[in-house]
């Protein structure tokens, strides 16, 4: 088993904070979450606590309940690349990663975008390489249905490719014969200081993985359990076995959102108030959202219908099995299972003290259940700046935290400590 | 008398710093706004460098030249209702109409007026499908917008086909400022603001679009404008000489306090066409 010595943490940027609810909450500073000074701030933050990367994760629809927008949640991200680069250019170490999906763009284009993002912002550029297949999108985006999802995924393998061709070669022309592009052209820029922008993957389907793979330094996953993860883990290590690059090329990190107090009973305190500020309508759609299934028609105390969901949508995401698992596993209603997509989506949650948090990252960590996390605090600033300010010190106390940046560039966070790392005898 | 300032790619550095002191520099020297556009050589996309420069302390508008050519109108919709709003309603995209990207893009796009100006209508409606009002952040109400005023803008036309609503609020402009060259013909006339390159051409315009401006090269000496024209757009092809031109051209600054572009240029800001749907 390849273990990391210390964490790495992105830290998810969400309008709002990423408890659904959360942004009626007194602190949250929901009325400037599309004000520069609100990134800038959340940026410096990131930055203060020393993280590998901001993550700003993308969506190409507004967020709708039978066709109309739901009032009750706060907006999707902003476009991610020029949040990136806003937060770039207040920052001075902080990698900054974008989601951008291979759907509805062309290789070269994103090619000079992510260049630009590198160039501007000293080498600190990231992509966090997606593919759509949401409906809602394609309706956005002309009246063509989705490619089935094999195909996606090698499309947007060969579109990486393509970016990665332009990249390297600088001024110099790039000809590009194959299955779904044909480029001829060139950036006409000197190599990006990393030479190419960090490249990160989030999809857990077998494609995903593979991709993930083939190109990825860093991966966004959705891990709630510590023996799933480690097995997770175990088979990007064998995929990257095959492809020849070494286990600590990835560096795999599960969502995870914090709700801390300086005592258990205060950071219960502050999960009940979240819960109280869920609207009973939120809950049902995000179960309705995230398993593929309206459960609209049905009391929300009613025990969430698992077999009837599992049968409409057999080839349901990773993430939502396993949230499918665990309400079965717990007997949840669908408000239970609701509260839970409320709180974190289909990520790990955690509600109990700094030290707390710490035995349970400590734990993932050694065990080998990832190689950190991409945090998603509950609201911003505050407890954005809370975790900063009380939980990193307890980490770098514990040696499980860098106390500061070595390197200059995103690629250079992710590998900060790698020369330390435990290999088997 | 309505002043901007058109760095081509090759003058445009690809250090922030130095991107940042010029946009200082402009700012001093009173432009209304900084344009970064694509020239021969460089493939620069100043849609991100924008951003990036959002956080220096200027009341210039910011603008990167886009190649309307080959946008989906979703994506362009939201990078500028994201840049619009960071830029405190500085933002403007200066219209390119794509030539010499074909065999980079590889597929065929029919490169016509029809399509850019269906590409433009397309946007407009998506940063009009959110109402100003649909913002509410109504805590006790639970209600973060009013959902009566998103709208899917149900967009079909020949080529693009839309349905909405956006994701993002409303721009704080109504719409970012689009400024055209005249080359562009039939599409420039979609714009707020023209760029044209001889004195003759500002008769063709004027009185069609909101500001008509009259590209000078920079070193050249400002001409006297003729009845139609707002103002000089100095364009600068390479950076050789540009500071120190920068530099000469301190004026004094008739503003006060934070405007949105389109103030700056005496534009109208528009409605949301689908306010009262």
């Known amino acids: ?425 | 008398m309505i002043r901007t300032l058109t760095l081509h790619s090759a003058a445009v550095p690809l250090s922030l710093p130095a991107c940042r002191d010029l946009v200082r520099a402009a700012d001093a020297a009173g432009f209304d706004a900084l344009f970064f556009v694509r020239g021969p050589g460089p493939v620069l996309d100043a849609v991100p460098l924008i951003a990036a420069l959002a956080s220096v302390p200027a009341g210039i508008g910011l603008g990167a030249s886009v190649p309307i050519d080959y946008q989906e109108p979703f994506h362009l919709a939201r990078a500028y209702a994201a840049i619009d709003r960071l830029t405190a309603g500085r933002s403007a995209i200066v219209l390119d109409g794509g030539d010499g990207l074909a065999a980079a893009i590889g597929r065929d796009v029919d490169l016509c007026t029809e399509r850019r100006l269906e590409c433009l209508t397309a946007a407009r409606k998506l940063w009009d499908s959110w109402e100003d009002e649909a913002v509410l952040v109504d805590r006790p109400a639970g209600l973060f917008t009013d959902s009566a005023r998103i709208h899917r803008v149900d967009h079909a036309g020949r080529y693009f086909t839309v349905r909405g609503p956006l994701n993002a609020p409303r721009p704080l402009q109504g719409w970012p400022v689009i400024v055209a060259p005249l080359a562009l013909g039939q599409t420039a006339l979609a714009a707020d603001a023209v760029t044209v390159t001889t004195a003759a051409d500002v008769a063709s315009v004027a009185g069609r679009v909101g500001r008509v401006l009259l590209d000078v090269v920079v070193g050249d000496a400002e001409p006297a404008l003729r009845p139609g024209c707002d103002g000089v757009n100095f364009v600068a092809r390479s950076s050789g000489g540009l500071a120190d031109w920068l530099a000469s051209q301190e004026r004094p600054v008739a503003h006060a306090g934070p405007v949105t572009l389109r103030q700056r240029l005496g534009l109208l800001r528009p409605v949301s066409q689908f306010a009262g749907a």
């Open chain 1, 1 to 425: 088993m390849y273990i990391s010595p210390q964490l790495h943490f992105g830290m998810f940027i969400y309008p709002g904070g990423h408890h659904i609810a959360a942004w009626r909450h007194p602190e949250a500073a929901s009325e400037h979450v599309t004000e520069l000074g609100y990134f800038q701030r959340i940026g410096q933050a990131c930055e203060r606590g020393l993280f590998d990367a901001l993550f700003v994760g993308d969506a190409l629809a507004a967020r709708e309940s039978r066709g109309k927008v739901v009032g009750e949640v706060a907006i999707n991200n902003l476009d991610p690349v020029s949040v990136c680069a806003a937060v770039a250019g207040v920052t001075e170490r902080l990698g900054v990663v974008a989601t951008l999906s291979t759907s509805f763009h062309d290789p070269f284009l994103i090619a000079a975008k992510f260049a630009a993002l590198d160039h501007y912002s000293g080498g600190r550029a990231g992509w966090n390489v997606v593919t759509t297949s949401s409906d809602a999108a394609a309706y956005n985006f002309g009246s063509e249905p989705h490619m089935e999802k094999t195909l996606r995924y090698l499309r947007a393998a060969e579109f990486v490719s393509v970016c990665q061709a332009l990249w390297d070669a600088g001024t110099d022309q790039v000809r590009h014969r194959g299955r779904f592009f044909q480029v001829e052209g060139s950036l006409g820029l000197p190599p990006c200081p990393q030479g190419r922008p960090a490249l990160l993957q989030a999809g857990g389907s077998p494609s995903g993985r593979a991709l993930a793979a083939s190109i990825a330094e860093a991966i966004f996953t959705a891990q709630t359990v510590l023996g799933p993860a480690i097995e997770y883990r175990q088979s990007i290590h064998a995929l990257l076995a095959e492809q020849n690059r070494p286990p600590l090329a990835i560096k795999i990190l599960p969502g995870f959102s914090p709700i801390l107090g300086s005592t258990m009973a205060e950071a219960k305190r502050k999960e009940a108030e979240l819960d109280e500020l869920v609207h009973p309508r939120v809950g049902t759609w995000m179960m309705s959202e995230y398993l593929h299934y309206p459960l609209y028609d049905l009391s929300p105390d009613a025990p969430v219908p698992v077999p009837d969901i599992r049968a409409a949508t057999p080839d349901l995401s990773p993430a939502a099995s396993a949230h499918l698992d665990r309400c079965t596993r717990e007997g949840l209603s669908i408000a239970q299972g609701g509260r839970i997509l409320a709180r974190s989506r289909t990520h790990q949650s955690f509600v109990g003290t700094p030290e707390g948090m710490a035995d349970h990252m400590q734990t993932w960590l050694q065990e080998g259940g990832c190689d950190g996390f991409n945090l998603l605090p509950a609201w911003f600033p505050g407890e954005l700046d809370l975790f900063v300010d009380e939980a990193v010190p307890v980490l770098q106390r514990r040696g499980l935290f860098r106390t500061e940046y070595e390197g200059t560039t995103l690629r250079g966070h992710l590998g900060q400590g790698d020369e330390s790392a435990r290999f088997p005898a």
